[in-house]
Nanobody, 121 residues
Framework: QVQLVESGGGLVQAGGSLRLSCAAS????????MGWYRQAPGEQRELVAT???????TYANSVKGRFAISRDTAKNTVSLQMNGLKPEDTGVYYC???????????????WGRGTQVTVSS
């Protein structure tokens, strides 16, 4: 099993910044990718940003140029620097990771419990 613990959410005014962090722990062979998703009230969960073990990144169009994802492979952590926040960025942000539980095993997907981000106008 893998545990993901998020931190860094909160309330901020539009135009402000927040930094989210997530630490993965547990038993696994390797981490293939880590990322952040968010879910606004009444909406489906959507991708915000991901980063692979090789450092390749993917961003939702709505956050490109404002958010930056980074990863510390030695510490099994991923961070999301969010600048220029807008009210529409409000939601619960979930950390996600895809791990190989053991060599020659299929990848498994894990989620954190989420952290609330609220952007006031």
């Amino acid at each position: 099993q893998v545990q993901l613990v998020e931190s860094g959410g909160g309330l901020v005014q539009a135009g402000g910044s927040l930094r989210l962090s997530c630490a993965a722990s547990g038993r696994f062979f390797s981490i293939s990718a880590m990322g952040w998703y968010r879910q606004a009230p009444g909406e489906q969960r959507e991708l915000v940003a991901t980063i692979t073990s090789g450092g390749s990144t993917t961003y939702a169009n709505s956050v490109k140029g404002r958010f930056a994802i980074s990863r510390d492979t030695a510490k099994n952590t991923v961070s999301l620097q969010m600048n220029g926040l807008k009210p529409e960025d409000t939601g619960v942000y979930y950390c996600n990771t895809i791990v190989l539980p053991a060599m020659y095993r299929l990848p498994e997907n894990f989620w954190g419990r989420g952290t609330q981000v609220t952007v006031s106008s």
